[in-house]
Every structure is written in C-alpha cells, then in structure tokens.
C-alpha cells in the first residue's frame, strides 16, 4: 500500500456492488484490499482497476463463513492502516424456514452477522485511535419487516440495521463514522444464489447503491442509515404504521408470487 494515500478494504468484492463500492474508492485515490472467495474474479478486478487508476489493489482469499474468518483478513491486511471498511459480503437463502440446510443456515448468519460485526470491531478501535474513518455496512430494505420465506435472511440485516445505527451512536464526536445502507432488490448474483427470482417492480443497479451510499457519506451531516430509492423509503416508512400481522401477511404473499415456480 502507498504511505500517501488511504485504504478501502472491501469484503465481497467479487461482484456487485462490491466491485462497484471498490472502482468508487480507487477512483477517489485510495489503495484498496479487495476481499472474497473467488480470487479469479478479484484478480481481474485488481488488473483492471489499477490500470485505470493506478492505485494499489490488494487481493485477500476469504471466505466469511467460516469461524475466525475476521481475524484471518486481519492478518492477512497486516500493518496497513484501514480509513474505509464496507462490510458487503452477504447472502441468504429463499424458502420456507423448515426447509433451511442447518449448515447452510449457520453460515450465512457467520456472513451476514458474525463476521461483519467481528470485522467492524477489530477496525474501529485503530480508527479511533487514528480519529478518522469509515464503516459502510451493507443491509437491506428486508431489515424493516420479518419477511416469511426468508426469515433468516431479513433478521440478520434487521441485526445488521439496529447494530450499524448504534454504533454511528457511539461513534460521535471520535471522527469515525457508521453507515448502514438498505438497498432493495438489486441487480446481482443475490437470486440466483438465494434460489429465487427478484421481487416485482424492476431492480435498482448496483451504481445506484453505491451512489446513494457515497452521497450520505460526503453529506455534512452523515446520517446513521439509508434506503435506497424513493419508493422503498416510502415502503419502509408506511410499514410503520401498518399492523404487524397484515405486514407480515403481505410480505408473505409477494414473496410466494415472485418465487412460484421456484
């Protein structure tokens, strides 16, 4: 890494938003540390970014999933100085709650909770110490709702959501700041991988998370979360006033209308 320029390290960095969260930050002059599983993917990036930009890329084998991967990508990092940690790695599974893989389940709550929260723990403190930096934590619009048929996968980011916000809370006053971003159905691997079809009503790019992102962490008054799109901070907004159990009841049936031949 370059002494004169900050650092990115961005987890899930492979594709989607990821790759869109890491050209963002090497086309604002930081070095990054591009993490994820598939290293062929992080390789092409790592070329292609430094080629444009000239920025030093990083590339880090991890897979989240698995127990101590935090502290694994710490040490991988070594004694490079973090300014920005976008915590993007995630995943869920689409079906019923009796039919989850135990295995399968344990893992992505390892991705989505244990490691996102281990990771932003063991960059905060040298942050702070430093009195500057940045946690970007991906969450989803699915945080403001339970939602049947992926109740796992909306509780963890419900956690990712609630944690982000307290620790912007904490964080006050150290010059470190806190962002959990809610994007809605975006066009990634995240369906397929899930083993669904995205909700109806289109999908957002992964350019547009990463906009709204960037444009509530330059703002002059960083908020401690934000949804992505108008339409789903309305959602999420008139969900407050709904009762609980018709909330529930019509999550239930867009996610079985969106996913009936599945």
């Given at each position: ?38 290293t ?46 976008v915590?993007?790695?995630g ?9 989850e ?8 709550i ?45 509780a ?43 909700m ?10 990463v ?40 999550a239930k ?7 009936a031949?599945?």
């Amino acid at each position: 890494m370059n002494e004169k320029r900050p650092t990115a390290l961005i987890t899930g960095a492979s594709s989607g938003i990821g790759v869109v969260f890491a050209r963002e930050y090497a086309s604002r002059g930081y070095d990054l540390i591009i993490a994820a599983r598939r290293t062929d993917r992080l390789n092409e990036l790592a070329a292609a970014i430094t080629k444009d930009t000239g920025v030093t890329v990083k590339v880090v084998a991890s897979d989240l999933s698995v127990p101590n991967s935090a502290a694994k990508l710490l040490k991988a990092v070594g004694s490079t100085p973090v300014d920005v940690l976008v915590n993007n790695a995630g995943w869920g599974n689409i079906g019923p709650f009796s039919d989850e893989d135990p295995t399968s389940m344990a893992d992505e709550i390892n991705v989505n909770v244990i490691a996102l929260t281990q990771l932003a723990r063991l960059f905060v403190g040298p942050m702070i110490e430093r009195g500057q930096g940045t946690i970007v934590n991906i969450a989803s619009t699915a945080a403001y709702q339970p939602v049947p048929n992926m109740a796992v996968y909306a509780a963890t980011k419900a956690y990712v959501l609630s944690f982000t916000e307290a620790l912007w809370g904490e964080l006050q006053g150290t010059g470190v700041s806190a962002l959990a971003v809610s994007p809605g159905g975006t066009a990634t691997e995240f369906f397929e991988v899930a083993g669904g079809r995205a909700m109806a009503g289109g999908l957002m790019t992964p350019a547009q998370v990463v906009a709204t992102a960037m444009s509530a962490l330059d703002s002059a008054s960083p908020a401690p979360s934000v949804i992505v799109g108008a339409r789903n901070r309305v959602m999420a907004i008139a969900g407050r006033f709904v009762p609980k159990r018709q909330l529930i009841s019509v999550a239930k049936t867009l996610m079985k209308s969106n996913n009936a031949d599945r």
